[in-house]
């Protein structure tokens, strides 16, 4: 017998994860979640994460640094970073995006942020 359980989930009181986001619907594969009006800020550490991310610009600008290619995300755009690729994000304008991670990025810890090194 298959799933047949809906899931639906109000942005608006969804949990918060440590860095921000906003968890949505979720999955036993995969995962939503929100980042809304993300300030300017200089580029977060780089980072490799035990889950694949797909995210979609509603608004602002980013630029994603992936295994060493500069990539800018603006509205519309669209992004795949693979499971374990080292990379990191700058934002530029106030910035929005829906990501989908699979598996799903808060289960088991893999959402937490990443732990600070000293250079």
Known sequence: MSDSSVTKVQSKSSPRGEMGQKYL??????AMRLWEDEP???AK???SRDYETIGFVIKGRAELE???QR???QPGDSWVVPKGALHS???LETF???ESTSPPAFVH???LPPPRTSK
């Not at 619907?25 to 995969?30: E, H, I, K, L, P």
């Open 40 to 42: 300017p800020a200089a």
């Open 96 to 98: 929005a995006a829906v």
């Open 109 to 111: 810890g893999r959402d």
């Open 25 to 30: 619907a979720s999955g036993v594969n995969m």
């Open 89 to 91: 994000y700058k934002v």
């Open 66 to 68: 992936l295994e060493g």
């Open 71 to 73: 990539i800018l995300l």
């Open 45 to 47: 550490l780089l980072s």
